[in-house]
């Protein structure tokens, strides 16, 4: 099982978008263009990219706070995404969500989320109606480690593996949740052994390779899709940047940072593609032309996007609308 | 009209929402033998163990699990077993649920129904024995209602079935097995619409559930010394059928407001305010709250017995208003 030349190479321009969407909107966040916090998955790439390669359009994804790269490799558009960054009216949840609290249900990505965990519930309740419908669709629920630490992560698991559903949960361990290193939370030394004690599949996987990512998350996948339920992978990466903007990561080293730029998921994926002849670098310099210029148009979309009028504050709490308080 | 209790009745309920909407399903703890109040009982054998789900004892799962095949095409009814427990899942409710459409714009629908055996009664103790009703009026997003008679019961749990946003339904423990007319066709109560269980012209008494049964017998009590007390139900928090409250107040010029959680920042407390801002000027003398004290529900029974709500209670406070 290996990925052919056409998917290694929209994985390699897929972790380029979410690569230059991260560090274009640092730069935005930076220059005071977006409101609010900010939480970016630089060296991350791999995982997000690899894991929805995996996935059909109707599949699902459940995501974390750190989450525009699981939604860009999902296939949601960047206007929408970066227009709700900038709290612009026509952003994909016209200003409500922002970066943290953001969905898109055309592409089955149902939500960011500010609490840890929290999709590892939400994950079961998918799978139960995947099964209902017999519709043989998948979903993978993205958390760090540091969520792997509370309750919901273990009330997830068990309920998807006792009803056998089809949901991947699919552990980022970045070593760090926000600024306390996993070796010191985290027990056992591993979170994918925790899959053991649910009697249901557990792999690490080296998660800055997109490869063994792509293919950890087509094994789980394949498995839900045939009914014998969930599995739990953990992809070991390495967070280049601070947990949110603006962090000054007094808490590690900087030779870590170093590290992460050394094992780059994006370069090591450019070097094989070199390696096997698929990309030369003015294929190269074209596939970054085309996202820049992605980037660009949903830079100048969001920049040009009214912003919501205040009473819209108080729409869309209910279906109908206006209700009686 | 048949008489069912209210247990019955909401079983009835569910198994008519279960026939007309294959999407409706049952999870809980305990509740394909209908535990632990008989309001499930013999759903299973309707509709068997796919619609009629013994969940382990994990509430964040049960309730965010219900958030997540609610969003993605199911209608799932949630038995929380005692509503104490939803600070176990207190994430998945208030962050999640309650959020779900407005926090994504209005993509999502989330048609998900809570039910929440709830109430002070029998000894529960400490963690069987609260209203925690005004912890969800206070989280925007979720609807609520509060039913005081099989008939409600049933069509209030119809309606929230219904609705394709999430409700919660509290059902007062102690009523389960209080009897009551329940018509024989199909009829839904809409959320907002309160109603008067008793009329009468001197002093209006805005009750919740088992409140309602005991203001009804303090107007009982009071109509033999010739005081004529009216009891509205609001029947549902959130919406609330303010306008109902205030026709009642404006008519009597008095107010009592009669719950069972605690005194403090309660949902009488809201609802008092409610009546100052739309009736200030009607009232003849200030409102008067009836409610537990700002204690945790005791165990023993004369203990318990103290801090429970009573009619008793209620004569006194009429009385107050009258003063």
Partial sequence: MAPGPDLLLQMYAGMLRVRLFEERVRELFANGRLPGFLHTSIGQEACAVGACAALRADDYVLSTHRGHGHLIAKGGALRGLMAELYGKANGVCHGKGGSMHLADASVNYLGANGVLAAGCVLAPGVGLSIKRRGSAQVVVTFFGDGAANRGPFHEGVNLAAVWTLPVVFFCENNRWASSTASSLSAAGGSIAARAAGYGIPGETVDGNDVLAVWEATTRAVLRARRGEGPSLIEARTIRWVGHFEGDAQAYRTKAEVEEGRRTDPLARLGRLLEARQLLDAAHAGRIRAGVVAEIDDAVAHAETSPLPAPQDALADLFASYPWSR | MPVLDMGDALNLALREEMRRDPRVYCIGEDIVLGLPFGVTKGLVDEFGPERVLNAPISEAAIVGSAMGAAVTGLVPVVDMHFADFVTCAMDEVVNQIAKSRYMFGGQLDCPLTLRMPYGIGRSGGGHHSNSVEAWFVNTPGLKVCIPSTPADARGLLKTAIRDPDPVLVFEHR?????????????????????????????????????????????????????????????????????????????????????????????????????????CFDDLDAPIVRVAAPDVPIPFSPPLEGFVTPDADDVVAAVRQTLK
């Avoid at chain 2, 009329?199 to 009750?207: F, K, S, Y």
């Avoid at chain 2, 049964?213 to 004529?228: K, N």
């Avoid at chain 2, 107010?255 to 407390?269: L, T």
């Fill in chain 2, 174 to 278: 102690g009523l389960y097995r209080v009897t009551g007319e329940v018509p024989e066709a199909e009829t839904p109560v809409p959320l907002g619409a309160a109603d008067v269980k008793r009329p009468g012209r001197d002093v209006t008494v805005i009750a919740t559930a088992r409140m309602v049964h005991a203001s009804l017998e303090a107007a009982r009590r009071l109509a033999e010394e010739g005081v004529e007390v009216e009891v509205v139900d609001p029947r549902s928090l959130v919406p609330l059928d303010r306008e109902a409250l205030a026709l009642s107040v404006r008519r009597t010029h008095r107010a009592v407001i009669a719950e069972e959680g605690p005194m403090r920042a309660s949902v009488g407390a809201w609802l008092a305010w409610v009546i100052m801002e739309d």
